[in-house]
């Protein structure tokens, strides 16, 4: 297990948990001595980092740590296998939660097809849309504009726009962030069964040990903590937020 290390010492290298060192797995992402950050800012220097398919992983850290840079990044390597649900939601506000849903599935239909839908939807996407807005608790809501919701059921559509893609890859930003801790637990773990691997990032440090396997801590503009959910405890959880 990798252990926190004192956050006033000068950084060192990180000895990332990686099982896919020793058990060949395969893949899904590798970032080696990364630069990450964003124009007029540089938030990780030199960022090395693996994570296997199968792996649900949990980003965690106060803000400003690098949890959605990192996520961003991640993204740019698979983008095409990655379900997206980005912080800010990203729906729009003056179309139906159906329409916001459907979006989803965009990029695997013909553009008639999506024409078709998002005009006059065919029974088969009203059904399948339906079902998903079923299981966020949203089925009363299927017609209601997306502003005319709460920001807990606008969180949700936005995650439940991202479970609709339908890929085998979830990154999520704050996906549950605005649920109370039964909702979110609910919600996250049924996206977390939809999807063979993950990386989420949360601000709910009891979320990610019941519903993540690994948990990588990020600070100081590199990994300070990563290590199996298993061997963790809360409080070795909140050294990251001293």
């Keep these: 297990m990798t252990t926190l290390r004192p956050s006033r010492k000068p950084p060192k290298p990180s000895a990332c948990w990686t099982p896919s060192k020793s058990q060949g797995i395969p893949l899904t992402f590798r970032l080696e001595n ?4 964003h124009p007029g800012q540089v938030v990780f220097t030199s960022l090395s980092l693996t994570i296997a ?4 992983v949990a980003l965690l850290g106060p803000s400003g740590a690098g949890k959605s840079t990192l996520l961003a990044a ?12 980005p ?11 159906f329409h916001n849903l459907y979006m989803g599935a965009l990029p695997r239909n013909r553009t008639l097809t999506n024409l078709r839908n998002l005009i006059w939807p065919s029974a088969r996407e009203k059904a399948s ?5 079923r299981e966020l608790g949203l089925q009363d809501k299927l017609f209601t504009s997306v502003d005319q919701l709460s920001g807990g059921q606008a969180q949700r559509v936005a995650l439940g726009r991202a479970l609709y893609t339908q890929r085998p890859v979830l990154l999520a930003d704050e996906p549950v962030s605005s649920l109370d801790e039964h909702q979110g637990l609910d919600l996250l773990q049924r996206a977390l069964a939809r999807h063979p691997t993950a990386v989420v990032a949360l601000h709910d440090r009891e979320l990610a040990l019941q519903c993540c396997d690994r948990i990588i801590g990020l600070g100081e503009g590199r990994i300070l903590l990563d290590a199996p959910a298993s061997t963790l405890t809360l409080s070795d959880l909140d050294t990251l937020y001293q």
């Design 129 to 133: 849309v339906g079902e998903l807005a």
């Design 34 to 37: 990364a630069r990450l950050g």
């Design 87 to 97: 912080q800010t939601g990203d729906l729009v506000p003056m179309l139906s939660v």
């Design 74 to 85: 991640l993204r740019q390597q698979q983008e095409v296998r990655c379900a997206w649900c």
């Design 53 to 56: 398919d199968g792996e649900k």
